[in-house]
């Protein structure tokens, strides 16, 4: 599971950047999750309760923005809309794409002129935006 995993790093982040500002206490937690990481909200929340007890930042406010991923086409330049393109594909390639996400590149193919070749311009990652 790697939520534990991902809030573990979120929470050491998080503290880090409490020492750096000279925080003694923190109330909100602000974290940015692109929509292709597939995490499990609930699970990833109660990961991070659980690794911020007796620090901190036990009882933090997490507040989640997921940032809409999108894509670049090397071939012709087309942006386009990663969510739109997936939801189009069967269950079996949704979850091949979940567990090896480099296939995403075997299932999805540019809209404007079908290439393979493109890029994440936004919307992939995890990212400790700020602590209050």
């Known amino acids: 599971m790697h939520e534990w995993a991902l809030a573990d790093a979120v929470v050491n982040s998080s503290l880090k950047l409490a020492n750096d500002k000279g925080l003694s206490k923190v109330n909100e937690i602000f974290i940015r999750i692109g929509e292709v990481n597939n995490i499990d909200i609930d699970a990833f929340n109660f990961a991070l309760s659980e690794i911020m007890k007796g620090t901190i930042l036990e009882n933090s406010k997490i507040i989640f923005n997921e940032i809409q991923a999108n894509l670049k086409c090397n071939n012709c330049g087309f942006i386009f809309n990663y969510k739109n393109e997936f939801d189009k594909l069967s269950e079996d390639e949704k979850e091949?794409?979940?567990?090896?996400?480099?296939?995403?590149?075997?299932?999805?193919?540019?809209?404007?002129?079908?290439?393979?070749?493109?890029?994440?311009?936004e919307g992939r990652g995890i990212f400790l935006e700020d602590i209050k």
């Open 96 to 121: 091949s794409i979940h567990f090896i996400p480099e296939t995403v590149h075997i299932y999805i193919r540019c809209p404007n002129c079908g290439s393979v070749d493109f890029d994440f311009i």
